[in-house]
């Protein structure tokens, strides 16, 4: 198990097994990394990644 302290002042306990790698604080809401530091929310931030790639004209002739 191992602390993170938020700049709020709250410290968030973490399982040593933990290893989802932020940690939302639950007094200010925030996300924490391993550090301590400020993360944007896991989930609130879609992978524009995924479509970047996305060529529509790649399969053309498959249709
Ligand atoms: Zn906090």
């Known amino acids: 198990m191992f602390i993170i302290e938020c700049g709020c002042g709250n410290e968030i306990y973490v399982s040593s097994g933990d290893d989802r790698g932020a940690w939302q604080c639950e007094e200010c809401g ?26 529509p004209d790649f399969d053309d002739d498959e249709d």
Do not use: H, M, R, T
């Open 30 to 55: 925030k996300w924490l990394n391993f550090f301590g530091q400020e993360v944007p929310p896991p989930f609130s931030s879609p992978e524009p990644a995924l479509f970047k790639d996305y060529d």
